[in-house]
């Protein structure tokens, strides 16, 4: 493998370089599949005409899937080991929209992984996995109460455990340090158990699902690599079929590198005070020139933005509107100021109906999920 091409999942600061991906990994880009999702799904998620999904594997296997009228299932996680921030909603709205296409949800709580990979605390782990992750989500307009099944990684079915065990028979150390670097016993187990969060719903005892997709952000890869490799050596003896993915693009930090808990200052979360998260996005990084004059000549550079960054994700819905926002700023016309101030605007106004559902959502938690007993 080329010197620098290895990616790491578990790296909560990497500035990520998205060509990587179809360079020395093999995914394809997403637009070659855009027009058909068009015709078998319809509208196309924003996310995925805006380009921030921009690259999948075996997309097409699950669109060919959908057509036939085959049951098809999303699969996808949360380590919960910070606060929910703004680059978490991504997932969120990916699984609205396939929700709403009838297909079934599985979502794992990542917490086993958080307390030997990150060595948090595990009530706390349990805690903000159910009143952040699980309130948000809930909050945020997903349905929890139709086919999703939603499970911490310490509180599940004995077939699931057994998945992880017997995956382990079909690598080999030579192999996961290939896909990862260097590896301590913590991270191998937790990529072997992400591997059964992705491969068990093709279990009878789930459900049977052999059509499945993964959404994630793009540094996740390594996984969905390892876990293809599994399903190939377990096709015979386990009937696993290799799952497809699709790969978002990562909400950066207000510093510009990638949004992360572990980086509060950088991070917009759900919870943040609406005047809290007003000054942090005040000193959010712009693509804004070195002075007014010059900005008014040459243009301000939304791709190089921040703020623009947020309206592509999640601030702007209408691409009318995110459409004119760069017009004006690529014309010189609106300035990193009333830009921000315009941004901060729709924050404020997003975070504070957020919010009124969030306390709501917290009284439901434990109606949809069984946190562990230790």
């Known amino acids: 493998m080329a010197e620098g091409a290895r990616l790491d999942p578990w790296e909560p600061a990497l500035r990520l370089e998205y060509d990587k991906l179809f360079k020395y990994f093999g995914v394809k880009p997403f637009g070659e599949v855009l027009d058909r999702v068009r015709r078998v799904f319809g509208e196309p998620h924003y996310l ?19 057509e036939r009228g085959e049951r098809v299932a999303v699969v996808t996680g949360f380590m919960p080991s910070g606060r929910f921030h703004v680059g978490h909603m991504m997932v969120v709205e990916q699984l609205k929209y ?36 699980v309130a948000n989500m809930i909050a945020l307009g997903l349905d929890l109460s139709r086919n999703v099944t939603i ?25 996961m ?45 390594p996984h969905l690599r390892l876990t293809r490799d599994l399903a190939d050596r377990f096709e015979r003896e386990l009937g696993l079929r290799r ?61 190089r933005c921040v703020v623009y960054e947020l309206y592509v994700y999640f601030l702007v819905r209408d691409d009318r509107e995110l459409a004119r926002v760069y017009e004006e700023c690529r014309g010189g016309r609106l300035l990193c100021g009333p830009d921000k101030d315009y941004a901060v605007e ?29």
Request: proline share 5%.
């Open 243 to 303: 799952p497809a993915s699709t790969y978002h693009k990562l909400v950066s930090g207000l510093d510009g590198l990638k949004m992360s808990s572990s980086r509060p200052d950088y991070a917009i979360f759900l919870t943040d005070p609406p005047e809290v998260a007003a000054r942090k996005l005040r000193r959010a990084l712009t693509g804004g020139r070195a002075s007014v004059e010059e900005q008014r000549r040459l243009g301000g550079v939304p791709e």
């Open 98 to 133: 396939y929700q709403k296409l009838g297909f079934k949800l599985f979502i794992v709580l990542a917490d086993a992984e958080a307390y030997a990979v990150r060595k948090l605390d595990r009530r706390e782990i349990i805690d903000v996995a159910l009143n952040e992750y």
């Open 177 to 221: 340090r290939a896909i990862y670097g260097e590896l301590e016993p913590a991270k191998v187990v937790a990529a072997l158990t992400q591997a059964a969060d992705i491969l068990h719903p093709q279990l009878e005892a789930f459900g049977g699902y052999k059509y499945i997709v993964v959404p994630v952000g793009a540094e996740q890869d």
């Open 48 to 66: 995925m005409r805006r380009g921030v999904i921009f690259a999948h594997r075996d997309f097409d296997v699950v669109l060919d899937a959908y």
């Open 346 to 374: 729709l924050l404020v106004k997003f975070l504070e109906e957020h919010q009124r559902k969030l306390e709501r959502a917290r009284n439901l938690v434990e109606r949809f999920v069984e946190p562990p007993k230790f």
């Open 151 to 175: 499970y911490f990684q310490t509180n599940y079915e004995r077939e699931y455990y057994r998945l992880i065990q017997m995956l382990s028979r079909k690598v080999s150390m030579a192999e």
